[in-house]
Structure formats: C-alpha cells, structure tokens
C-alpha cells in the first residue's frame, strides 16, 4: 500500500530557506514520476516541480530559479529545496506520486501526502 509523509514544512521570513522531505513507501520509487502541488486558501491546486523517472525536472514559472526538486531512491525520499522564499509562497505542500508507470497525470491520478505547511512572513 502506497504510503507518502511530508515533513520539513513550516513559518519562516521572506529570503529564508526551507527544504521539504517525502518518505515513500509501499511501491518501488524509482520507476515513477513524482512532484510537489501546492494549495493557498480560495485557491486551486498548483503544480509546483515535478522529477520524472528519467530524473528530467520542471518547474512552475513562479519558482523557477529559487525551488529544486530532488529524489534520493536509496532513502525512497522526495526533496523540494526552497530558497528566497516569498510571501506568495505560503500554502499547504503536498507530495504526489504517479502509481502507473510510463505515465505522469500527477493532478488528476496521482497518489497524495497528507501536505506540509509553509507559511512566509514578509
């Protein structure tokens, strides 16, 4: 059974630096594409950075340059490293894998994390 814990979320100031964990289990997390959402209150859903199983990466616009995502598959872990952080920023981050291979429809099929709060102070 797919099972995925976020951690490392939390209330910083703007410029600082946070990196988000996600502990996989239950699957083989190698061969599947895996990525970052993130939601706001009154706001939908947003891809933030996926990782695919060929380890090719992307990133919304908003955080390109400042976010990395990242997999260590010996640690069955998913990182996402946030620096200068931003106001806009501030949501509930949630880790969200694939459970198909060959595939990457994160948003409408992926497995989710129970999320991690990121609030930014200005």
């Known amino acids: 059974q797919v099972h995925l814990e976020e951690s490392g979320g939390g209330s910083v100031q703007a410029g600082d630096s946070l990196t988000l964990s996600c502990t996989a289990s239950?699957?083989?997390?190698?061969?599947?594409?895996m990525g970052w959402f993130r939601q706001s209150p009154g706001k939908e859903r947003e891809e933030v950075a996926i990782?695919?199983?060929?380890?090719?990466?992307t990133y919304a616009t908003s955080v390109k340059g400042r976010f990395t995502i990242s997999k260590d598959n010996a640690e069955n872990t998913l990182y996402l490293e946030m620096n200068s952080l931003k106001p806009e920023d501030t949501a509930m981050y949630y880790c969200?894998?694939?459970?198909?291979?060959?595939?990457?429809?994160?948003?409408?099929?992926?497995?989710w994390g129970q999320g991690t709060q990121v609030t930014v102070s200005s």
């Open positions: 239950g699957y083989t997390f190698t061969h599947y594409c």
């Open positions: 990782i695919y199983s060929d380890l090719r990466t």
């Open positions: 969200v894998t694939e459970v198909v291979p060959g595939r990457c429809f994160l948003k409408t099929d992926g497995f």
